[in-house]
């Protein structure tokens, strides 16, 4: 039996435990990559996947699937619990800066070494666009909810970051926007 989310976070919220059980498999590996992706960082990207999942479960009864699909939910719990831990840990980085090592790289395959500097080259509110509408196929109405932005400002930021990127692989733009 394949229930829709809403289906399942309903019956969570009714008390089903195993309801989130399901909904963590589902979401766990999505939502590490959207943090990943914006992080690049293991530890970091499972700390906020474990929190959003905890948040979840403390403010189930907020979700209402009236104003918004679950998955949505999920994403921008995700990321503004990512954007808390990374604001603590640049104030920890101030005050304590011999506790942090820098991060070590693995080595890929250079196409894809090469998106994820492009990637990292973008602006944090322009990267968490791209994450999202990309790599998650998210609409851009959705992207505007997770992070809080109105619409234009989504569709002003993905301009923006795909036309620095198309610059940086050397593509011209056809003028007709993304």
Not at 48 to 54: E, G, I, N, P, S
Request: hydrophobic share 35%; aromatic share 10%.
């Amino acid at each position: 039996m394949n229930l829709t989310d809403e289906k399942l976070m309903e019956k969570f919220q009714n008390g089903d435990t195993e309801a989130l059980n399901e909904l963590y498999e589902r979401y766990r590996a999505p939502l590490f990559r959207f943090i990943y992706r914006c992080t690049r960082d293991d530890q970091l990207s499972m700390d906020v996947v474990q929190d959003a999942f905890l948040k979840l479960q403390q403010k189930k009864h907020y979700f209402s699937p009236e104003k918004g699909r679950l998955k949505t939910y999920l994403f921008q719990i995700a990321y503004h619990t990512m954007i808390s831990k990374i604001k603590m840990r640049a104030r920890w980085h101030r005050l304590l800066p011999f506790l942090y090592k820098e991060p070590v790289n693995i080595s890929r395959s250079d196409e894809k070494m090469e998106v994820e500097r492009m990637l990292q080259s973008l602006s944090n509110e322009q990267r968490a666009v791209i994450v999202l509408f990309y790599y998650h196929d998210l609409s851009k109405k959705d992207i505007a909810r997770i992070l809080n932005i109105p619409l234009g400002t989504v569709k002003s930021r993905l301009h923006q970051a795909v036309q620095k990127m198309r610059k940086e692989w050397g593509i011209e733009s056809d003028g007709k926007g993304s």
